[in-house]
């Protein structure tokens, strides 16, 4: 006989909007589709105000969505948190500056029916050393560490990561990423927001791209990479009666126009350039490689904005 084991996390029409009196509403999640299975590591990646934040405390159970569901290993997030089942490392708040290090984990861990042991989860957030340190004088990481640890204290199967390493140098990012791969080897499910490429790139199996509340891209770092590895390609060419029209082009994904030339975004440079030399009167052809972050802003741009396109990758 086979069991069937609920996902880690499922949202199914997901959506939530802020109302106040007087002003619009804000839309900040738009029917969301998720589906994260249990041992994934997946990064929510998105610019300001895609609503990553807000997904997650729905996660959490901390707001209450307008509409559809969430579910965590099949349960209301509120009784996944009673389970220990699922706990968070929040961007900021409730450390008391006065208690030390140990004294913070053990007053936590009090609140819980059943934990792992101080020892044990401070030694992996990597804290051993600073059991005896007081909060106020530890770093912002070593702060981030210790909710990391109090997150750690009911054994949860799924970690929930909100820019964690918002107030981090780049070696204490290391240092956090090392411990996370360690936790995740071990099979947590973990689910951490993030606004940097390189770091979903870096620790992430699955990346799901989010933008205006909703999902713009969901799948493997190699895919999600594949669908931004794409290239620019410009040429002088004002397309004349019986040539192709640019959209037409094979590869070709975007299409911008300046007086001179015309800029083409593609995913096949070769077959753009090839198409461009036979098919056309367009001279003077470049091809450029963009950039991850200049994908990562085409992948999440405004379809609906006029903002003008910057040429910095032609340049
Ligand atoms: N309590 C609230 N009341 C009104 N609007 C809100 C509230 N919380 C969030 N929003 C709005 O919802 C949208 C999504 O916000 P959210 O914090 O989820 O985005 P985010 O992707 O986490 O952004 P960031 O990367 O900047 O943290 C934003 O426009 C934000 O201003």
């Known amino acids: 006989m086979t069991t069937t084991h609920p996902p880690g996390l499922e949202f199914s029409g997901l959506t ?11 839309r900040a999640v738009r029917g969301i589709d998720l589906r994260i299975g249990t041992g994934e590591v997946v990064a929510l990646l998105g610019p300001n105000g895609a609503g990553k934040t807000t997904a997650l405390d729905m996660a959490l159970g901390l707001t209450k969505p307008t509409g559809g569901t969430v579910a965590v290993f099949g349960d209301r997030p509120r009784k996944a948190i009673a389970d220990g089942r699922i706990s968070a490392v929040l961007q900021s708040g409730g450390l008391l500056s006065d208690l030390t290090v140990d004294e913070t984990v053990r007053a936590v861990a009090a609140l819980y029916k059943d934990t792992l042991s ?19 004088r530890c770093s912002g990481g070593e ?3 210790l909710r990391f640890a109090l997150a750690l ?23 956090f990423w090392a411990t996370m791969h360690d936790e995740a080897s071990s099979g947590s499910t973990i689910i951490f927001a993030t606004h940097h490429m390189e770091e979903a790139e870096g620790f992430a199996d699955r990346i799901v791209l989010m933008a205006r509340g909703e999902i713009v891209a969901d799948g493997s770092v190699d895919r999600i990479r594949a669908m931004t590895s794409g290239s620019r390609t410009t040429a002088v060419w004002s397309p004349s009666p019986g040539e192709p029209a640019p ?30 030399f036979t098919r056309t009167a367009a001279r003077d052809v470049t ?17 609906t904005s006029a903002a003008p396109t910057t040429l910095e990758a032609t340049r």
């Open 287 to 303: 091809i450029t490689a963009r950039s991850l972050d200049d994908a990562f802003l085409t992948l999440t741009a405004d379809p």
């Open 153 to 175: 204290l009911p054994d949860p199967d799924l970690l929930i990561l909100d820019e964690p390493t918002a107030a981090m140098d780049i070696a204490s990012r290391r240092e």
């Open 118 to 136: 101080v020892g044990e989860v401070l030694d992996r957030a990597g804290l051993a050393g600073l059991a005896r340190r007081k909060v106020g």
């Open 16 to 26: 939530k909007s802020f109302t106040a009196p007087g002003a619009q509403p804000v």
């Open 143 to 145: 702060q981030q560490r």
């Open 247 to 276: 959209e037409d082009l094979p590869g070709v994904t975007d299409v911008e126009r300046t007086a001179a030339r015309v800029l083409l975004t593609s995913t096949d440079s070769d077959a753009t350039a090839r198409a461009l």
